[in-house]
Nanobody
């Protein structure tokens, strides 16, 4: 069982930055792909970013490319999402997720087994 706890959300003005953190439990963090998803009010959950278990591959949805960066610290069992140049349309609840060990398909919700409780990000205009 893997538990994930997100933090770092909040209210920020357009153009500002936030860094989300997702701390995980268990001893398998280093072998699991990690992803970030978000869900805005009235919309379906969507993929934001993912990082392979090897940390060699990163993936981003087009709307955040060049603004968001996903990274991981295996020593701290933590994955991060650095969000710069935030826009009002980035407002959503952000969820981190952990995939199956050594899995390479990591851009779909169904690729992930464990989910955090979410953290709210609100970007004002």
């Amino acid at each position: 069982q893997v538990q994930l706890v997100e933090s770092g959300g909040g209210l920020v003005q357009a153009g500002g930055s936030l860094r989300l953190s997702c701390a995980t439990s268990g001893r398998t963090f280093g072998s699991r792909p990690m992803g970030w998803f978000r869900q805005a009010p009235g919309k379906e959950r969507e993929f934001v970013a993912a990082l392979s278990w090897s940390a060699t591959n990163t993936y981003y949805t087009d709307s955040v490319k060049g603004r968001f960066t996903i990274s991981r610290d295996n020593a701290k069992n933590t994955v991060y999402l650095q969000m710069n140049s935030l826009k009002p349309e980035d407002t959503a609840v952000y969820y981190c997720a952990a995939g199956r060990e050594f899995q390479w398909s990591i851009m779909r919700s169904e690729d992930y087994t464990y989910w955090g409780q979410g953290t709210q990000v609100t970007v004002s205009s």
